[in-house]
């Protein structure tokens, strides 16, 4: 990275799109790949996905879940056993017609999605009421076949875990997909710090094949959705579909209830959008590979080196990841750089500073310095990486909640979509009609119906028939 690149981001208020674009590549996150719509995630990127990853597979396995994996490949008579699984996944589905040089008697879709084979799976290992329930999380890759792409937001080929489940209940399964739901929200609020609107998807937005979607929305810096994870009820539509079947208590065979959820690299780009700003990334502490850099100022006195490597020794001990900057660079070029990565909390320490015994903190998220005392420094970081991961959590809420506007008539919604950017919230009355004119003459979906209100009095802001359901609308990446 040279020091023209450290300097030269667009402004996001200028040009958003090209902000976040240098961001992820400045950041060193992803490079371009040539494979056309692939990218390459770059260590420090991949770094970002393996504490996701870490933290949500913890949160996976206290709740029972365990980590399978299934082909890559899936049979087209298998993909096609689900006619609207297949039907919603048709336009974005990669195909392999040849192995070497031989025609397959097969087509074989590259994995979209693996609810056929997780079925399979399941209708050759589920016998009996015994074996339930089956609690299955996947790690993987998949392909969609995006004709837009952008880092990270919409790629051919990204990264995320799938999890399937069954069930003798459907009040088993139904409080399985929440359940699941909840542990996402919870993760991007108290990991990323991405506040999210939890609630219920349209019957027009619902995965396919599902009897009920949820999801966690997100609304960026510039007031655009990001559906940042979902979880899906399925009831007993696949198992029909697939056969799978147990024998209860009273030996009579019944179909399992199923469920399926899932998260992607995608919620990066969106912890990206939340936080960044004209100097690059901003990470939340508690996902940020590194979360303190010491820059040591003047490190031809071998004093500054030697405590700049204690400190973080100390910092190491106490869990902080912590790297010491003492490469040839000038400190501005080292300061402008590691702001760039977004590392939480900058270290600044010189000969002067020795001497006075303290040290100069610098927070990434405000661009603050204070100066304390070296005797507490660590005592000092523990706190300001506290307050930084609550602080960003709290600035992109109020800033969430500011952008959410209200709407009872279509003129309304047009003024607003005109001027304001962000989410509208209306009453609809739940017709299709209503839900694609909305979508067709304002550009805008349905995002959500918001647990903490679906139920609400009204007239729908479309047709103006009476109305008892709050949806909240949006502009989606």
């Known amino acids: 990275m040279s020091e023209k690149q450290v300097k030269e981001i667009t402004s996001r208020d200028v040009d958003f799109a090209k902000w976040y674009t240098d961001v992820c590549l400045k950041a060193d996150l992803v490079d371009y790949s040539s494979v056309k719509g692939c990218m390459i995630i770059r260590p420090y990127g991949y770094a970002i996905w393996e504490n996701i990853q870490k933290e949500l597979d913890k949160k996976f396995k206290e709740t029972n879940h365990q980590n399978v994996y299934m082909p890559l490949f899936i049979p087209e008579s298998l993909l096609n056993k689900e006619k609207d699984h297949v039907k919603g996944f048709a336009p974005e589905v990669a195909w392999v017609t040849h192995g070497g040089e031989e025609e397959l008697q097969e087509r074989l879709c590259v994995r979209p999605t693996s609810e056929t084979l997780f079925c399979e799976h399941f209708k050759n290992v589920v016998k009996s009421y015994r074996d339930l329930p089956l609690l299955y999380n996947q790690w993987c890759n998949v392909v969609r076949w995006e004709k837009t792409t952008r880092p990270f937001l919409r790629s051919r080929e990204f990264l995320w875990q799938e999890g399937h489940t069954v069930h003798e209940t459907k009040e088993e399964a139904q409080e399985e997909t929440l359940r699941m739901l909840n542990i996402y929200g919870d993760f991007l609020e108290d990991i990323l ?75 990066i780009g969106s912890m990206i959008m939340t936080h960044g700003d004209d100097h690059g990334l901003v990470l939340p502490p508690n996902i940020a590979p590194i979360k303190v850099v010491i820059v040591p100022i003047g490190k031809g006195d071998t004093g500054v080196l030697d405590k700049s490597y204690d400190i973080a020794k100390d910092l190491k001990l106490a869990n902080i990841e912590t790297i010491v900057d003492d490469s040839e660079k000038s400190p501005g070029f080292r300061f402008a750089e590691n702001e760039m990565k977004g590392i939480p909390v900058r270290v600044e320490i010189g000969p002067r500073d020795i001497s006075n015994n303290t040290c100069v903190l610098a927070r990434r998220d405000t661009l603050e310095k204070k100066e304390v005392s070296l005797d507490n420094v660590k005592e000092e970081i523990i706190k300001l990486l506290l307050d930084i991961q609550e602080s960003l959590f709290m600035k992109a809420k109020i800033r969430r909640d500011s952008m959410i506007h209200q709407a009872s008539t279509m003129d309304e919604l047009n003024d607003i979509i005109e001027h304001e950017s962000g989410f509208v919230e209306a009453t609809w009355c739940g017709s299709m009609e209503c839900e694609n004119k909305i979508k067709e003459l304002y550009g805008i979906t349905s995002r959500c119906i918001p647990f903490n209100h679906e139920k609400k009095s009204g007239k729908c802001i479309c047709c103006g028939e009476d109305a008892d359901t709050l949806v909240v609308w949006g502009k989606q990446y």
């Open 193 to 267: 710090a991405v506040p999210v609107i939890r609630g219920r998807k349209t019957e027009k937005e619902k995965f396919a094949g599902a009897e009920a979607t949820y999801t966690v929305e997100a609304m960026m810096y510039n007031g655009i959705a990001i559906q940042s994870a979902t979880s899906h009820y399925f009831g007993d539509n696949f198992s029909k579909a697939f056969g799978v079947t147990y024998l209860d208590k009273e030996n009579q065979t019944k179909y399992v209830y199923q469920t399926s959820w899932g998260f992607t690299t995608r919620v």
